[in-house]
């Protein structure tokens, strides 16, 4: 995978620094694949949303990507970069203007065509604080961001409007991660009038120019999604509907696979299942592994007591048995010791990160003002096994004397609370943790480290903010020239290790991902291994039994 990221993050310096224009590149419809047939999903928890400015979490994000494009995408199961509503792109010289040119024809699901507008007006929407998106920090070098993020400005100066098919960005540095960030969720085009319309409602009643549009959501039981006749990409979507079964426990989930009735168990294979599915020939040959971008983590709320005290922070890193944590995921990971996984370009090899050290920990503890030890809380997802997880970590951070009471709660309502400065103190990111939105390290410190996803409905639960390390990150994407990576990577190496010595988090694993489909479904073999953040690709998924 490093090597593929090198590869894409070159070509696209080259491009920078050349001024070159990227063409379009069209995916490849299966051949095996048949139009018609319908799969269904199941869910724990109910979605929060699916408005692609705020939806953030692995539940939804599939699902927006469905509903919505954006001006890029990558071509599935790779990190490869190529055009989506955009037709084409030119890159100046100085890396720091990027024209899109739009295709011609692409319909919203209201039956309206969309336009350069929409673009610009989806990202003034984005980056507007009170659309309180918790992806607004990606869209940070565009020219006027600073304005708009501090309410003086309604519009990106950086955004304009060329003519109803070009649009331009201009950009305050040239940004290595550009073209990543106009392939996220965050970048996808909503029409204006949808979104008036609704208002906050808007992420209950999505329109956008996908693959399937919205038919149906009861809350607390089922969303439908059927196909969208007039989709611009011909060949695509291959289903005519998808269900989405909400309030199945994993487990049932499993047994309903195994019975014939849903095509996937979407919270994945019940652990406590694990062993017993990969026994079985017949069931194991329908599991999809795939290694991932990802980190599971313990936030501290940096600005609560006491938790404003490194030592307190750096104590706890030191009190987590990470290797008894894995164990309950019957060794589905490897320990963490750095934000960045071990695949991600950036990864300090060198690091040795926190030891497993009690005693030290206690001193950490005392030497910071508390020989006995404090009471706090301990939020995490109340899907298994997070609830396991989080009562293995208790056990451990009573051994140093602090009592954490866990608050198990569903999702959606963890990631609320991780957004409200005042909300948790602490929390454990499973079912959450964070998988890369695009392969590249700058991803792990902007939304979940950096000072610009401290914010309200941001995933900085840590509320870490150090500035200078924003600089720092700043200078690192300024590195555009592809001689140059490898500095690149020192650079974000260090400021990794500095993240670390301040100790906003404990990281405690870097997990593979599992999960089984129906024996029917085809064009799957990409469920969980999509390195950008989409679990399954159900614009290219089809039913091999369709007649």
């Keep these: 995978m490093k090597n593929f990221l090198a590869s894409t993050v070159a070509a696209s310096a080259l491009a920078l620094m050349l001024g070159m224009t990227s063409v379009r590149a069209e995916d490849a419809v299966d051949p095996n694949a048949k139009q018609g047939g319908a799969i269904t999903i199941t869910y724990k928890d109910d979605v929060a949303t699916l408005d692609p400015a705020i ?6 994000w599939s699902m927006i990507k469905s509903l919505f494009d954006g001006l890029m995408d990558y071509e599935p199961g790779t990190t490869n970069l190529k055009p989506d509503l955009a037709e084409s792109y030119e890159i100046s010289p100085d890396g720091k203007t990027f024209t899109f040119k739009l295709r011609h024809g692409v319909k919203f699901h209201n039956g309206r065509e969309m336009t350069a507008d929409d673009v610009k007006y989806s990202l003034d929407r984005v980056t507007n604080p009170k659309t309180q998106s918790p992806g607004a920090g990606f869209f940070g070098s565009i020219k ?17 409007v060329v003519d109803p098919y070009t649009v331009k960005f201009e950009l305050t540095r040239p940004d290595a991660t550009f073209l990543h960030v106009m392939a996220i969720n965050f970048a996808h085009v909503v029409p204006k009038e949808e979104v008036e319309k609704y208002g906050a409602d808007f992420g209950k009643h999505p329109v956008g120019t996908g693959a399937f549009k919205l038919a149906e959501w009861t809350l607390g039981q089922r969303i439908v999604f059927e196909r969208n006749a007039d989709y611009w990409h011909k060949g695509l979507p291959h289903l005519d509907k998808i269900t989405f079964e909400i309030g199945q426990e994993p487990i049932v989930a499993l047994l309903r696979l195994q019975k014939g009735e849903i095509d996937v168990p979407g919270d994945g294979i019940p652990p406590a299942k694990f062993q017993e599915v990969m026994a079985d020939p017949e069931q194991k040959a329908r599991v999809v592994e795939g290694g991932q971008l990802h980190t599971g983590y313990v936030t501290m709320n940096t600005t609560m007591a006491p938790f404003d005290n490194v030592k307190v922070r750096q104590a ?5 048995n990470k290797a008894r ?3 309950i995921i019957n060794g589905r990971a490897v320990p963490a010791n750095q934000p960045l996984p071990p695949s991600m370009p950036g990864y300090d090899k060198e690091y040795k990160g926190y030891p497993y050290d009690v005693a ?3 001193a950490l503890l005392a ?15 109340n899907t298994d096994p997070n609830p396991r997880i989080a009562q293995a970590i208790q056990q451990d951070l009573a051994a140093i004397g602090i009592k954490a009471s866990i608050q198990s709660l569903a999702q959606a309502n ?3 609370a991780g957004g409200d400065k005042a909300g948790a103190p602490m929390i454990w990111s499973g079912g959450m943790a964070w998988i890369a939105d695009f392969p590249d390290p700058s991803n792990f410190y902007g939304p979940i480290l950096g000072c610009a996803g401290a914010v309200p409905g941001g995933w900085n639960w840590s509320w870490y903010c150090n500035k200078d390390l924003d600089a720092k990150a700043a200078e690192a994407d300024s590195v555009v020239d592809p001689a140059k990576s490898g500095e690149r990577d020192k650079m974000w190496s260090a400021i990794y290790d500095k993240v670390m010595e301040d100790a906003p988090w404990a990281p405690v694993f870097n997990e593979q991902r599992f999960t089984m489909k129906s024996a029917r479904m085809g064009g799957a073999d990409n469920l969980y291994v999509d390195p950008v953040h989409i679990p399954i690709n159900y614009d290219n998924v089809y039913v091999k039994d369709v007649q």
């Design 55 to 60: 939806g953030y979490d692995w539940q939804n």
């Design 144 to 160: 006027g961001y600073d304005d708009v993020a501090a309410g003086k400005a309604e519009s990106l100066s950086g955004v304009t």
């Design 367 to 381: 030497e910071a003002g508390h020989p006995d030890g404090f009471e706090t809380q301990l939020f995490a997802m």
């Design 325 to 327: 944590v894995i164990q």
């Design 360 to 362: 030290k920990a206690k």
């Design 316 to 320: 706890v890193n030191m009190a987590i």
């Design 414 to 416: 963890v990631i609320a």
